[in-house]
């Protein structure tokens, strides 16, 4: 096992995009229900037996003073023993982020990561933004979206449209009028959910033509999604529509789709593209599955992001995994003579935080 | 080239789906349209030269005597010599299977594969029960599928909706009238084929009410197929309605959509995927497809089938190429420090047999 | 770093899908508008850092006489310094090719890459004849294409359809009268643009019944293109139509389809793909690239092509790469003893170009 090349391993990250931590005790059925996508084990079986439990052995363990691939419930024990707090303390601190980006929308009880090492900027998860103000009433619905996103300092908002209505989202931005009626109906579906495409396009053309990038999930995630609907392909109208305003478009995630988000990036100058849960999702394939993704889009667009939620283990992963895959992939290319040194500490720099600097105007 | 893992080699597999092999002879037209998913090959070029076909001169041309790569002709020549029973006999001998799950409703005068060798269980193709009782008219339709899936004796059944109707089902379980209306409209069609979507999805929920774990084709088969209509995303509603009864769904094949299959045997407890026609169909990169659907999949949802259909070559390949991209997998693990040797026999034993018992209720 | 097996190396290529070479200079920008398929790069970043800029760099460099990894503009100060016509010169004759098929209906004052080494065939560009054609009215048209289809001297035909109407084709053969008044719709639209799928239908048909092979752009391409409309399974419904013509039809490029369009090739004995502008628009991942796309199709179906346009770096890099990229699948095929050298040799000569001579019935 080869040590990650030197520029990739100290060049700090930003993480563009996660979500809180857990500061309680955990349970293995607990853990094992935030370890995946998952939310429950088929009988006679464990969700640590992923990739990602695996990695969690392998590399969470040492962290917690235990041998490599240590049993679950001897990892879940020392977790105990050592308490959340000290277990986030050890885990995010170890993962070299200098910033987070969080997206705070998420249920749970949540701590921001940043309480642990780095800083954090806030992402304004839009369909819990229009979950929040539609009881005020449909009538000012537009107007009062519109003064929450002038107000609301987040660095960037992200559109969960790919759960809610897919990703094949009509380009047209919906008048006042439409997102009236489309607000009006929402009570009577009896749902508390933002599940509206009209809605859906508004929340994400708003937030652009106020300056904020915007983040989409696309590709895999849990059980409520359809993935054929997450396809980032299906953005592609929208995703020319909105060109003209010149502000970022972020795919997240994009697996079994990065091939497809690697080609938007590559040809819509606003459209980044990252890995995100998949970069712990798939654990020890984590190289195999960036080499494909950074196959088309540009080196100026790609960015990183854990989508770490709930287990500080998956912060910690996604950062670890995601170095030894940059630095897997460009020790391949150094030693095939593809890439000079030059080169390999430029892009270290790029995908590990410029991008995501430049992207959101950050510092 | 390595020898596989011991465990690896010495596990023995079960091969939860497959078909019979032919007892007969084969000239060289009629071997070559039984070895890919082709029927015939382009004028001034062979099926031989395929992954699956060097994989048989490679792999199979020593179980009959001859040297690695003989040739396609001198190949069928000792073929025909040896006789096709003795040849099933060594192929299948050698593949060390110890159970077949047969889905024995394919044309053909086929021998069951566990005449040489192991035992064997049947599965119920759905489409063709339904076929052999519409004859008898669409008022009692409905029932009589019922009263034949409750004496069927099967360990599971199969749907091959991805050939007749695509995947994209709508998930609500129909009532008898709208079957019996659909049973009634098929003769009209003037095809003796299955093929109405009403049909599909009533003939998978009676299975799966009965507790008969089903077996869904997804991905690629023959030119009779639409591919994009085989995607098993478009399967998600329904894996969603059928969830509450917690009977196995299995997906078969997956190929070029493995990587969704193993996202959806992550995220439904009840859901669970193989490589089957793959594993053959991609010859010596059957390690490499094998690490991308392990990618998401939990190892105890993973499963081993072979799809061997008429040549027996195709039983003992799948057998032989799934070890060996296994072995190599596991390896590659073991090597970078990723797994550990005793999580690598665990694996072992989970996806080459212990995964069927359990999702098969077997023993 | 390895040399490519010396059958690899010495075969002659050809180069069965590409168009022509710009003969002027250009400064930096004009480059990287050229390079890959985006026209413009985001604000901060730069096309050169992307797969294809890494290689123009690694490989281009020093055919122009400049050490591997010249810096971009190092690399444009060379390429003015020698003049285009030099610089065209000296990459296409390095690239070994024997025959080009052009497709010459592309905008810009392009040179036939021939006029730099090989000799080369026409390729007509089907939307291109008719948007040539239809000015002079609807009535004739069908009559028209038809005469000119028939005195065209052609060697293939091209269609866009994925860019224009997406591949999602009806499979009927429209009527004149169909075709009649979808002529007549055309100018009222507006647009100088054939997007009308009856034309493309209508194009594509009579082009194979002329015995004219055709070549679709299947998979990415520009941002005019919706990524997922140029899936290739959406042809399979006209494929299975055109089939007892018996004439081929070439799936071009298809990535992050080429595993589906691998399935194609391999089921319908009139099909052919290859990887073109994924060639060089992957880089040093042509290998892992083409690995995928030959899992599948029979060697006997698979052809080379650059895409090569504007810049004649592109026809360099996709020989060059194609045949890094062909030997390193190669070899390792040899070294784990899973094919001959003897195959190794006869599967070269047909993807080089003994199948596109079979397909064309060139010579």
């Known amino acids: 096992m080869e040590t990650p090349l030197a520029v990739v391993e100290t060049t700090p990250l930003i993480d563009h ?32 037996d992923t990739a990602v439990g695996f990695a969690v052995r392998r590399w969470c363990a040492p962290v917690l003073d235990l041998p490599p691939h240590a049993s679950p419930d001897a990892y879940l024990e020392r977790r105990a023993e050592l308490g959340a707090d000290e277990v986030n303390r050890r885990l995010i601190g170890a993962a070299g982020v200098e910033l987070f980006l969080v997206d705070a929308g998420l249920p749970g009880e949540l701590v921001d990561p940043a309480a642990y090492g780095g800083r954090s900027l806030d992402v304004l998860r839009l369909e819990r933004l229009a979950e929040l103000l539609v009881g005020e009433g449909a009538a000012g619905f537009p107007d009062r979206v519109r003064a929450a996103l002038g107000r609301s300092g987040a660095v960037a908002a992200k559109s969960i449209a790919a759960y809610r209505v897919g990703l094949d989202l009509d380009p047209a931005r919906p008048s006042d009028g439409e997102v009236v009626r489309a607000a009006s109906r929402w009570p009577a579906s009896g749902s508390g959910r933002c599940a509206d495409p009209v809605l859906s396009r508004f929340l994400v053309w708003e937030a652009l033509e106020r300056g904020l990038p915007v983040q989409f999930h696309v590709g895999y995630g849990d059980s409520d999604l359809d993935l054929h609907r997450a396809d980032p392909a299906l953005l592609t109208p929208l995703l020319r529509a909105v060109q003209p305003l010149g502000v970022p478009v972020l795919l997240l995630h994009n697996y079994p789709f990065h091939r497809t988000a690697g080609y938007l990036a590559q040809v819509f100058p606003h459209v980044y593209a990252d890995l995100g849960l998949a970069t712990h999702g798939v654990g020890d394939r984590a190289a195999a599955v960036l080499a494909e993704a950074l196959e088309l889009v540009p080196c100026g667009k790609f960015l990183y992001s854990s989508d770490g939620y709930a287990l500080a283990e998956l912060h910690h992963l996604g950062a670890l995994l995601y170095r030894r895959a940059l630095s897997d992939l460009l020790r391949g290319k150094l030693e095939s003579g593809s890439l000079s040194g030059e080169d390999a500490v430029r892009i270290t720099r790029m995908v590990s935080g410029g991008n995501a600097r430049r992207a959101y105007r950050i510092d």
């Open 17 to 48: 995009h996660c979500h809180g931590v857990l500061g309680g005790e955990l349970d293995r059925r607990a853990f094992e229900a935030r370890l995946t996508e998952a939310s429950v084990a088929a009988p006679g079986t464990s969700l640590f």
